[in-house]
């Protein structure tokens, strides 16, 4: 089994889910207010663990995800089942 999970759903009040894939490097990260799904490019497998490790999801995701990767908007709340 791989060193690191696909999909987390976590214990957050902003993010609801996270998949991450460790080959193409891509972070998905769900929220709960919109219910969009950001994939974030070249995000390495460091950075998500320590993600998963952090006590406050939100923050850690301001501090060292959000403007520090390439991202794309794919899906919007009416998509994300």
Same mark, same amino acid.
């Given at each position: 089994? *791989?060193?690191?999970?696909?999909?987390?759903?976590?214990? /957050? @009040? /902003?993010? #609801?889910? @996270?998949? +991450?894939?460790?080959? #193409?490097?891509?972070? /998905? $990260?769900?929220?709960? =207010? /919109?219910?969009?799904? +950001?994939?974030? %490019?070249? $995000?390495?497998?460091? @950075?998500? =663990?320590?993600?998963? =490790?952090?006590? $406050?999801?939100?923050? !850690?995701? *301001?501090? !060292?995800? #959000?403007?520090?990767? #390439? +991202?794309? $908007?794919? @899906?919007?709340? %009416? %998509? =994300?089942?």
């Amino acid at each position: 089994m *791989n060193a690191f999970d696909r999909a987390a759903v976590l214990p /957050s @009040t /902003s993010i #609801r889910k @996270t998949e +991450y894939d460790p080959e #193409r490097r891509t972070l /998905s $990260v769900w929220f709960m =207010a /919109s219910g969009r799904c +950001y994939q974030f %490019d070249d $995000v390495p497998p460091e @950075t998500f =663990a320590a993600f998963k =490790a952090a006590f $406050v999801k939100g923050r !850690y995701f *301001n501090d !060292y995800i #959000r403007n520090h990767f #390439r +991202y794309r $908007v794919v @899906t919007t709340g %009416d %998509d =994300a089942g």
